[in-house]
């Protein structure tokens, strides 16, 4: 079933794969996959033998990245092929036939919990960027230059970004809270968080105020208040006491203890 969230069922059935040739030069391989931050996590763990997987694109630098975490922590590496389900998915069973003590995912992640306990260090990785070309593409589809730009980036881009473009949220008592902004959700000017006191002194001494009152009206919060109760009904003892029975077990496509009609 395809949909515009996911790829056919069979298209991982059908894609083939080659082995192309090395795709990264050897000087930038510690860079682009992160082989000390690797090397690190190997030796933290003391792994003897370990799993690397790498997506269909990458497998041309597979080699290179084996021999040298093996020259670098003494370890075996094993570099998985033919991974159940999509590449983006970690292949714990993979690596457990393989008797791997730890699992290196390089190239994008679902970042999916693993089924199995198995130490999993993911490698987004960073991707060379030919930054002349971005501006040049980017200059020729915006030719204003004043106009507002919302830039995204796969993660293995992220480092090209730079710290100028991300900007911490000032603390509480900045000025700019105080700046009406643009909701980029609506489109509308939203006006200062109503949490900013307007009158605030500045001072750090504590005022004590009764229970369940509230600091800043707002309609959601008055309408709470005005209820009769401010949580879930209290309806213990009314339920009648029933015994406990044995649920449905099994994969869920079919499940054991249904019958056949």
Known sequence: MES???SPAEAALQREAGVPGLLTPLPDLDRVYE?????????????ERVALQFPDQLLGDAVAVAARLEETTGSKMFILGDTAYGSCCMDVLGAEQAGAQALIH???ACLSPPARPVPVAFVLGQRSVALELCVKAFEAQNPDPKAPVVLLSEPACAHALGSPFHVPLPP????LWETPDVSLITGALRPPPAWKSSNDSGSLALTPRPQLELAE?????????SRSWQGLEPRLGQTPVTEAVSGRR?????????GSG
């Open 4 to 6: 515009m969230f996911s």
């Open 35 to 47: 082989l000390e931050r690797v090397a690190g996590f190997i030796r933290d763990l003391g792994c």
């Open 106 to 108: 390089f190239g994008p």
């Open 172 to 175: 509480p008592e900045s000025e």
């Open 217 to 225: 009206s707002s309609p959601a919060a008055s309408f709470l208040s």
């Open 250 to 258: 099994g994969i869920a496509i079919a499940y054991e203890d249904e």
